[in-house]
T-cell receptor, first 112, second 112 residues
Framework: KAGVTQTPRYLIKTRGQQVTLSCSPISGHRSVSWYQQTPGQGLQFLFEYFSETQRNKGNFPGRFSGRQFSNSRSEMNVSTLELGDSALYLC???????????FGPGTRLLVL | GIQVEQSPPDLILQEGANSTLRCNFSDSVNNLQWFHQNPWGQLINLFYIPSGTKQNGRLSATTVATERYSLLYISSSQTTDSGVYFCAVERFGETSYDKVIFGPGTSLSVIP
């Protein structure tokens, strides 16, 4: 069974631009969660989607948004990028809840 | 919001040694998880343990929810155990955004 895939793996953007990251979960998994990891703030939970609905949300501004498609693939979008958005963005999939999550390799975003 | 602390922040072990990592949290939680991030950034979900004890091979975890701490035990450590160990707590039904909070992590280095 293929693991969680994230695209792109690396991305360089400039301030003010927007970016869309993609996550393909393990086949059959319906829950996708997104996390941000930075040296300063550590790991932070962004949001979780289940069956195309946002089920949980972390404490991030509205510039961070996401969605999930009927095939469970998920995208997250960050608009009006700031330098502080430079981070490793991880997604994880699970069958239903977040008890057993499988993580993708992450997308490393650099904002210049 | 909930504060999560982990100790020790850094740990160096000789291969074969045992270790105990601790996670303290400041308020009651509904869920607690342990994660391992290897030196290449891959994150793995180790335990979902809101209370009680679980074991998986050389790793085991115990959460004493009433006393607001969890312990992760690593026995007969191997070099592949190196990396950062995170605990994360969650409160259900919160209207605030402090729903999933990660600790700062314990960085473990296992030396041959």
């Amino acid at each position: 069974k293929a693991g969680v895939t994230q695209t792109p793996r690396y991305l360089i953007k400039t301030r003010g631009q927007q970016v869309t990251l993609s996550c393909s979960p393990i086949s059959g998994h319906r829950s996708v969660s997104w996390y941000q990891q930075t040296p300063g703030q550590g790991l932070q939970f962004l949001f979780e989607y289940f069956s195309e609905t946002q089920r949980n949300k972390g404490n991030f501004p509205g510039r961070f948004s996401g969605r999930q498609f009927s095939n469970s693939r998920s995208e997250m979008n960050v608009s009006t990028l700031e330098l502080g958005d430079s981070a490793l963005y991880l997604c994880a999939s699970s069958f239903q809840g977040r008890e057993t999550q499988y993580f993708g390799p992450g997308t490393r975003l650099l904002v210049l | 919001g909930i504060q999560v602390e982990q100790s020790p922040p850094d740990l160096i072990l000789q291969e074969g040694a045992n270790s105990t990592l601790r996670c303290n949290f400041s308020d009651s939680v509904n869920n607690l998880q342990w994660f391992h991030q290897n030196p290449w950034g891959q994150l793995i979900n180790l335990f979902y343990i809101p209370s009680g004890t679980k074991q998986n091979g050389r790793l085991s975890a115990t959460t004493v929810a009433t006393e607001r701490y969890s312990l992760l035990y690593i026995s007969s450590s191997q070099t592949t155990d190196s990396g950062v160990y995170f605990c994360a707590v969650e409160r259900f039904g919160e209207t605030s955004y402090d729903k999933v909070i990660f600790g700062p992590g314990t960085s473990l280095s296992v030396i041959p």
